[in-house]
């Protein structure tokens, strides 16, 4: 079972997911309150999501404060997102901020499922262009090759099994950015390219798979606060 925090009593800081009475949603983290978060999305949530009469995602409330919300754009047919309880499950769609500046340093985390087993190429987030800030996920023969790029590319093949979440990292922030895939990190030059705003799919590369949060900061976070939201997100999703 994904959530670790399944067992909390009444009356505790833990409340419960409309989805299944069962997922617990988990408070917010302070840190991510410092005016310093461009944008916060928890697709767990469903006071989060508007939705259709079909039952699909139209709209994602951002939770930062910013009123930064995410629409959603069918990329054909009429496909949207579709909630489930770990998430947003996207194919065929992307989700799209209002442009706005976002500037280096930006740090972005994500927890997500690419679902897919057979070779493919997705797209999981791109700036307002796409290709600004964005994270490439290339799938062949067991292995990920995931990349980042800012105006440069950083990239590493890493092997994790499709089916289960993991956290991905990135800062973009020049010659001093990194790219970090569940723990693992590359470091390097990202470039200065600057985000314009936030797409979560992509354009010739649709994700495929469950998107469960995303959080944008446009800060390089201290070692410390990066642990601290790190923590948060993997005792929240059992990673």
Known sequence: MRFSLLQKEAGSMYRYNAFNNALPVAPRLPILDDGNTACWYTFCDPSTLNLNGDGKVVSVNDISGNNRGLTSIS??????????????SMTGTILKTAPFTLNQPEMVYVVFKHGETFN???????????DDMSLYINYANTLHNTLAYGGNVLQ???????????????LFNGNGSFLDVNGVRQSGNLGTAAGGGLT?????FDFFGIVSEFIVRKIADTTINEGIITDYLKSKYSL
């Open 75 to 88: 990329l054909y047919g009429s496909h949207l997102p579709v909630p489930t309880v770990n998430g947003l």
């Open 120 to 130: 493919s190429q997705r797209q999981l987030f791109g700036g307002n262009n796409f």
């Open 156 to 170: 590493f093949v890493s092997s994790y099994d499709p089916q289960k979440f993991i956290l991905n990292k990135v």
């Open 200 to 204: 979560i799919g992509g354009l010739n």
